[in-house]
């Protein structure tokens, strides 16, 4: 079972920036793809962005020039570091792990974090 903690969430103007982190800790092999998805008032979940394993990055057209998506392997962390906030990105962002359980089974599992949410002012 894999736990995901969320972390860096709150209140920004516009403008601003935030920088999200999740952990990934409990028992398991290896960690695959970790991204991050929103879900915007009234909005259904959203992708946000996506990095894989050796670094390659999948990120949504309305984040691109303005989130950045990375991982620390070591620690089995994923980051979003949000600039150029505007109100539009108010939602709460999730966390999004696919993981192997064990080194016999090829079959990846997904998990998800309980979500932080992130507010953005005009």
Not at 36 to 47: N, V
Not at 74 to 84: C, D, I, M, P
Request: net charge positive.
């Amino acid at each position: 079972q894999v736990d995901l903690v969320e972390s860096g969430g709150g209140l920004a103007q516009s403008g601003g920036s935030l920088r999200l982190s999740c952990a990934a800790s409990g028992n398991f092999f290896s960690i695959s793809t970790m991204g991050w998805y929103r879900q915007r008032p009234g909005k259904e979940r959203e992708l946000v962005a996506q990095i894989t394993t050796s670094g390659n990055t999948n990120i949504a057209d309305a984040a691109k020039g303005r989130f950045t998506i990375s991982r620390d392997n070591a620690k089995n962390t994923v980051y979003l570091q949000t600039n150029s906030l505007k109100p539009e990105d108010t939602a709460v962002y999730y966390c999004n792990v696919f993981y192997r359980r064990s080194q016999a089974e090829q079959l990846l599992l997904e998990v998800w974090g309980q979500g932080t949410l992130v507010t953005v002012s005009s």
